[in-house]
């Protein structure tokens, strides 16, 4: 009997862990931090489940919320090994040595101030956690660059990556089993991209027949509005900001979603829509992020490859663009008039450099707040998303009186047509599970689902549920 038992990411977008049990073996799809949620840092601390049970995972992409837990699991006991596509395993490396940093930080403020119980000012996971854990990983290559083939993660268990067009090395996972000498496949989304993005390939179709698809739902109930159409809109905004020499904020996740707006305002400049300004990403994890990118071209698509061949014209690098590391040129940034924009993590304004500038700019009716991502319930960004007048920051309240701006089309993920539209290209599907997405999200798209695929049984899974299959 085979089954998938949900531990996070499900019921919501954060703390993705998804347990297969096929074969006589336990594998787990992801294994990522809960953000964002009032307990989360509880939630973080440890698993529902024996890490030396589990043996082997799978990585689908970078994120946090979807490898941020890994270092734990390796030091509370999984012995087994970790697979991912090889651009997963350099981004994952620099995302979690960028965590632990943090951690460090966070640890050392709480033993200063004497906060919380004493096992929580010691960090829980360091640097030699994150060495450690590197060790587990095996990379394994996109079935495109590798002949279709299979690859036998432990006995009687194999799977394929085709690409998920999220972020760079984000994979569509395809898991094949036996019992009872009949073949099955159970596949994972992860987080699928959508259409058109810049610097990636579409999401790809598996060829195999799927009987049980684990799909995300983040953006389950909408529609976003052609990628051509957002690209106008955004240089509008900028060009209207720009006009009132206001400062342009914007939460950006590092990994992502930071490379795809540079490489968007590159393009903009150059074709002329927009005038060039100065343009400051400010956070060191997206710089180390970006050398990421520049090392893995070769997973690019075809159109953005050109771009990089071209020795003058490099797309994540340009004239009045600066890449900023240190806390001095951060701060440098507060005496700065603008016109300018600064773009910064966390991508939801919980933490990071950018609460730094919210509390520099929000209060000015000059600037401007660019949300281009997804805002989870109760982060700072959904309050602003949701019309604050007033917002805590750092434990300080400000007037938002910076005009907002809403990019929802430069989201990583697909929106719900695309959703339907892929799970309808699969051959042999008998079940849909959606993870990775609030309530009100999944239920509009297990409805659109439903009259696309009557045939094809699908549930909302909640975190803790299992599912027979
Ligand atoms: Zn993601």
Redesign the pocket.
């Known amino acids: 009997m085979a089954s998938i038992t949900f531990f996070g990411g499900a019921g919501s977008v954060t703390g993705s862990k998804h347990l297969v049990e096929v074969a006589g073996k336990r594998i787990l799809f992801d294994c990522g931090t809960f953000q964002g949620l009032p307990d989360v840092r509880e939630r973080n601390r440890s698993f529902s489940f024996p890490p030396d049970s589990i043996d082997a995972v799978v990585l689908s992409?970078a994120?946090l919320d979807?490898c941020g837990m890994l270092p734990l699991l390796v030091k509370r006991g999984f012995v087994g090994k970790i697979f991912s596509t090889s651009a997963t395993k350099d981004v994952a490396q620099r995302m979690l040595e960028d965590m632990v940093g943090i951690e460090a930080q966070d640890a050392e403020y709480r033993a200063l101030h004497h906060l919380g119980s004493p096992d929580d000012r010691e960090p829980l996971v360091t640097l030699k956690d994150v060495t450690e854990l590197m060790l587990h990983f095996e990379s394994l290559p996109y079935a495109r660059d590798d002949d279709d083939a299979w690859h036998e993660i432990v006995e009687g268990v194999s799977i394929k990556f085709y690409d998920a067009g999220?972020?760079l090395g984000s994979a569509i996972i395809v898991l094949r089993y036996e019992e009872d000498g009949v073949a099955h496949c159970i596949a994972y989304t992860g987080?699928m991209g959508p259409k058109g993005v810049p610097l990636l390939h579409d999401p790809e179709i598996p060829k195999e027949e799927i009987e049980v698809l684990l799909m995300e739902s983040t953006y389950g109930n909408r529609a976003h509005i052609p990628l051509k159409q957002a690209k106008i809109e955004l240089a509008q905004a900028i060009k209207k900001v720009c006009d009132r020499n206001g400062v342009m904020v914007v939460p950006a996740f590092s990994l992502g979603r930071t490379q795809m707006l540079v490489y968007i305002i590159h393009k903009l400049i150059d074709s002329g829509a927009i005038p060039r300004f100065p343009i400051y990403v400010d956070s060191p994890l997206a710089t180390d992020i970006t050398e990421v990118y520049r090392d893995h071209a070769d997973v690019y698509d075809t159109e953005t490859r050109a771009d990089f061949e071209r020795e003058d014209d490099r797309p994540l690098a340009f004239r009045n663009l600066e890449y900023i590391r240190t806390v001095q040129e951060s701060k440098a940034l507060n005496g700065k008039k603008g016109p300018f924009m600064v773009i910064s993590a966390s991508g939801m304004m919980t933490a990071g450099r950018v609460v730094h500038h919210l509390r520099n700019t929000i209060s000015n009716p000059n600037n401007a707040v660019f949300i281009t991502g997804y805002q989870a319930r109760g982060t700072t960004g959904r309050m602003i998303l949701s019309g604050a007048k007033n917002i805590e920051l750092h434990g300080e309240w400000f007037p938002v009186r910076s005009e907002l701006f809403l990019f929802n089309e430069f989201s990583?993920h697909a929106d719900q047509g695309q959703l339907v539209d892929f799970a309808k290209q699969i051959k042999g599907l008998k079940n849909i599970a959606l993870v990775h997405g609030e309530e009100q999200e999944a239920k509009m798209l297990r409805e659109k689902l439903g009259e696309a695929l009557p045939s094809v049984a699908t549930t909302y899974s909640h975190e803790g549920t299992t599912l027979s299959i």
Do not use: E
């Open positions: 992409h994120h979807h999220h972020i987080d990583a």
